[in-house]
Every structure is written in C-alpha cells, then in structure tokens.
C-alpha cells in the first residue's frame, strides 16, 4: 500500500524567504504525486502534480516541486513566500483505481509566515 | 464551474443519532470521492464512485457508514449510530472523466460534531 510522510508538522519562515517543505513517498510503481494547500475551514486545493516526463512541476502560486525517484522524495518549493502563503500544505500519492487514481494523503504541514 | 458542493457545512448531533451529508460534484465530472479529516491529520480516503458504481471502499468504513450515488451525480454519506469519535470534517471530491490524471476539485466539507 502506498504512504506520504510529511516531516515536519509546522515550517516558520518571514515573508520574502525561500521555503522547501519536504514529502517523501512509499508506492510499488511509478507515482503519481500531487501537492495541496488548504487554508483554515476551506477544501483542498490542488497546487500541481506530477504524473510522468519533466521531474520538476511547476504550479499555481509560483510553487514548484522535484521529483527524485532515487530518494522517493517530492519536496515543494517556492523562492519567495507571500504571508497569503500561510496554510496547511499537503503530500499525496496516488495508486490506479478504475482508470483513475486515489490519492493517499500525508498529514500536512502548516506553513507560518512572519511579517 | 460551479465547484464542489456540500451540506450542510455544520452538523452537531448527539451521540447514537444517525446522520446524512450530500455531496453534488462538478457537472459531467463522474468520478467522486468521499475523505475524512481529524484535526491535524490529512485526509483519510473513505469510498470512490465512478459513475453510480462504487469501486473501492477504504477499510476505515465500517458498517455503520454507507454511501451512495444512485444516479451518478450527486452522492450521499450516512452515518448511523454516531460515535464521538465519528467527529471530523467530511470532504467530497469530483474529477473529470476527461483522462487518468484529472485533478480532483474538493469541496469545503461537511464538519460533523458529535457531542
């Protein structure tokens, strides 16, 4: 069965640093990995995804995330975080089911950012 | 693109009371998903549909929770003989049946309270 860890339960940076929020992965066969952010009382949101081709995925809100095969890892980046950046970030691996996919969640990471 | 839609937002019940929520997915999106979060965790898979057939059922669903989708658009959730530890945000998602690596769309959820 697949399985996401998520490190770190909370990541504290200032607005305008870099950040990297870290997720490794456990699955049998090629992935497919996504990231989520969920802001308090709201729905997930997608922020990019990784199915096959490019290992670096570049998605909405100037995130973009790496996949490393070799290292099961597939960490988020952003070069310069926004205090609107401020939320519950998300891992998840995905396994085939019915000619798609269900994503198996880690247990997030929340992101603070300092004025 | 209406979004995901679900009722009711908030439900306090007593315990041993039995519950229902509605989930009315992203027109023509067949595929729906239905997970559960506790505080501080991430979304835990409970049941897929494709269409009005449902496909995979996580371990986590006992037999006091059924779900169903009769006519594959909207879905239910119910939940019998609540427990205090059936509290948690329940989150329904929809994807497009337009290829294997459509995004799931969350909605905002349905946060159960059982006191």
């Known amino acids: 069965a697949q399985s996401v860890t998520q490190p770190d339960i909370h990541i504290t940076v200032s607005e305008g640093a870099s950040l990297e929020l870290r997720c490794n992965y456990s699955?049998?066969?090629?992935?497919?990995l996504f990231w989520y952010v969920q802001s308090p009382g709201q729905g997930l949101q997608l922020l990019l995804k990784?199915?096959?081709?490019?290992?670096l995925v570049q998605g909405i809100k100037g995130f973009e995330a790496e996949f490393k095969r070799s290292q099961s890892s597939f960490n988020l980046r952003k070069p310069s975080v926004h205090w609107s950046d401020a939320a519950e970030y998300f891992c998840?691996?995905?396994?085939?089911?019915?000619?798609?996919?269900?994503?198996?969640f880690g247990r997030g990471t929340s992101l603070i950012v300092h004025p | 693109d209406t979004g995901v839609s679900q009722n009711p937002r908030h439900k306090i019940t007593k315990r041993g009371q039995n519950v229902t929520f509605r989930c009315d997915p992203i027109?023509?999106?067949?595929?729906l998903y239905w997970y559960r979060q506790t505080l501080g965790q991430g979304p835990e898979f409970l049941t897929y549909?494709?269409?009005?057939?449902?496909?995979?059922k996580s371990r986590l669903l006992s037999d006091r929770f059924s779900a169903e989708r009769p006519k594959g658009s909207f879905s239910t959730l119910e939940i019998q003989r609540t427990e205090q530890g059936d509290s948690a945000m329940y989150l329904c998602?929809?994807?497009?049946?337009?290829?294997?690596?459509?995004?799931?769309?969350f909605g905002n959820g349905t946060r159960l309270t059982v006191t």
């Open positions: 998602a929809s994807s497009s049946p337009r290829g294997v690596n459509s995004p799931l769309h």
């Open positions: 549909f494709q269409n009005e057939a449902q496909l995979e």
């Open positions: 990784y199915f096959s081709g490019d290992t």
């Open positions: 998840a691996v995905g396994a085939p089911s019915g000619g798609s996919y269900i994503p198996t």
């Open positions: 027109s023509e999106h067949n595929r």
């Open positions: 699955y049998g066969a090629t992935p497919y």
